[in-house]
T-cell receptor, first 111, second 113 residues
Framework: DQQVKQNSPSLSVQEGRISILNCDYTNSMFDYFLWYKKYPAEGPTFLISISSIKDKNEDGRFTVFLNKSAKHLSLHIVPSQPGDSAVYFCAAQTGANNLFFGTGTRLTVIP | DTAVSQTPKYLVTQMGNDKSIKCEQNLGHDTMYWYKQDSKKFLKIMFSYNNKELIINETVPNRFSPKSPDKAHLNLHINSLELGDSAVYFC????????????FGSGTRLTVV
């Protein structure tokens, strides 16, 4: 059973515009959420995270929003840049337990 | 220096063979993991291990076994390889405290023919 879901396998955005990547989860015990970015032939790298006690966390061009009642989080990238083109994985965990990953969304930023 | 390194990067082998994938981390983390990314790109936990406990995902066949000679290494040994084992395997490490992200290796693409 997949506890973390990313229903959009791909997203294309024009350079300079906003990219919004979405993620849904089913386990209400998750208390920490992370986004990872993955380039081809490389491992996922940590991008940004948010605790379940918050609803927003911002780091430069990247902002993660958490809606606990809807069990939904999103990653906003503004402005999008061609170098942002990658696969983005949403992940969630409870306490110190294992990370559960979504299936990823491939973002293409068009110059 | 690479924080989490896996070898080999590519591995092509025949069905029925036994193979190992090595993983080393130089971050001083106390926990290491193996993830499998299948053909649907789903990253699924296989094992987590620190010097106190091994947690095995119950869906992992017992042909897969982690071996940890020390805290900095967690190797993955696979017996009697099957076609369905073809995937990309990622090693990762973390400090096993709440809310601490993982550092991943670059992956090993295993192809069973």
């Amino acid at each position: 059973d997949q506890q973390v879901k990313q229903n959009s396998p791909s997203l294309s955005v024009q350079e300079g515009r906003i990219s919004i990547l979405n993620c849904d989860y089913t386990n209400s015990m998750f208390d920490y959420f992370l986004w990872y970015k993955k380039y081809p032939a490389e491992g996922p790298t940590f991008l940004i995270s948010i605790s379940s006690i918050k609803d927003k966390n911002e780091d430069g061009r990247f902002t993660v929003f958490l809606n606990k009642s809807a069990k939904h989080l999103s990653l906003h990238i503004v402005p999008s840049q061609p170098g942002d083109s990658a696969v983005y994985f949403c992940a969630a965990q409870t306490g110190a337990n294992n990370l559960f990953f979504g299936t990823g969304t491939r973002l293409t930023v068009i110059p | 220096d690479t924080a989490v390194s896996q070898t080999p990067k590519y591995l092509v082998t025949q069905m029925g063979n036994d193979k190992s994938i090595k993983c080393e981390q130089n971050l001083g983390h106390d926990t290491m993991y193996w993830y499998k990314q299948d053909s649907k790109k789903f990253l699924k936990i296989m094992f987590s291990y620190n010097n106190k406990e091994l947690i095995i995902n119950e869906t992992v066949p017992n042909r897969f076994s982690p071996k940890s000679p020390d805290k900095a290494h967690l190797n993955l040994h696979i017996n009697s390889l099957e076609l369905g084992d073809s995937a990309v395997y990622f090693c990762a490490s973390s400090q096993r405290t709440p809310n601490y992200g993982y550092t991943f290796g670059s992956g090993t693409r295993l192809t069973v023919v």
